[in-house]
């Protein structure tokens, strides 16, 4: 009833559902175009509505990181500077320090799609897949492929780095 920046988590709450939703819709969004890119790679207006998107995407990050920074600043200059500041509760505090780390990671995951958008395209080339995600010889038809251990380890080593 009675908010105040420094004594509520309800608007970083609030923000993350908001900002969650966004990035979701927009981060289908920029897979939707650059998949459609590979149908039509000369045309421009993809790649600029593609380079907007990433934009937006790290504009919008760098905001949802701003104000958890400026909240948590706040908060801690009033715990150290101000005697007549109420604390919160711990596990308030602890969503603050949470909300700053997560949108950083958000922030800098942000900063990658273009690497990230970059390889769905090489692997989308790379391997001729169908809407289903199944690969497909050049006429169309999906490859039957006999699982085996042999396949299954020659997969994994290109990302057996991420498994150690």
Known sequence: MRFHIKQSTFDLALITMFKCLFLFIL???LEDI???????PYDYQINRIKLTM?????????????YPVIKGGLILN?????????QMHL?????????VIFSLLE???ALLSFWAMRKLKIQRILHRLNDALEEVEEDGKPIKRDVNIFRLVRLIK????FIR
Request: hydrophobic share 50%; proline share 4%.
């Open 27 to 29: 981060y289908s969004k």
């Open 34 to 40: 650059t998949l459609e890119q590979l149908k039509k």
């Open 54 to 66: 990433h934009l937006v995407i790290i504009i919008s990050s760098l905001l949802f990181f701003v």
């Open 78 to 86: 009033s715990i150290l500077n101000d005697p007549s500041y109420e």
């Open 91 to 99: 596990s308030y505090n602890i969503l603050v320090i949470c909300a």
């Open 107 to 109: 922030f800098i995951m």
């Open 158 to 161: 290109p990302v057996s780095y």
